[in-house]
């Protein structure tokens, strides 16, 4: 690890199947040390990296929204896991947190607008950009 953080500059909220002949939300955080082609190989000190994702898609269950526990539980595991928004490093060019809703296999004209307008509303309260195709 070079430096004293890992961050990260975006959440991928991504809607796909989830069993069951339903559809549902997983959340991918990729995140990274302070290190860029600065490595020490004399000392073993490289640039390290790493991804926190959900284990599966979820599926909204007794009016609980998927795409929010997703976004919210991945969020709340990296802070306990000490990785931090890139905007909250004191950094000489802090950056925006980007949250980037996607589908994969599935149509994203499938994807329900609630969840699209929920999921912007939560970037928008955390301070995140969207980045969303749009209906």
Do not use: C
Not at 3 to 15: E, P, Q, V
Not at 115 to 132: P, R, S, T, Y
């Amino acid at each position: 690890m070079i430096g004293n953080d890992y961050y990260f500059i975006g959440i991928n909220l991504r809607y796909s199947y989830a069993g069951s002949n339903q559809n549902g939300w997983s959340a991918i955080l990729d995140f990274n040390d302070s290190g860029f082609a600065n490595d020490d190989m004399a000392g073993g000190i490289v640039s390290t990296e790493g991804t926190l994702t959900t284990r599966y898609a979820l599926r909204d269950s007794n009016g609980v929204s998927a795409a929010q526990v997703a976004l919210e539980s991945i969020l709340r595991d990296a802070e306990k896991l000490g990785i931090k928004k890139v905007s909250d490093l004191n950094r000489d060019h802090p950056m925006d947190v980007t949250l980037f809703i996607s589908s994969s296999e599935i149509p994203y004209e499938e994807v329900p607008d609630e969840d699209i307008a929920l999921l912007k509303k939560l970037a928008k309260e955390l301070g995140f950009n969207v980045i969303a195709n749009e209906h």
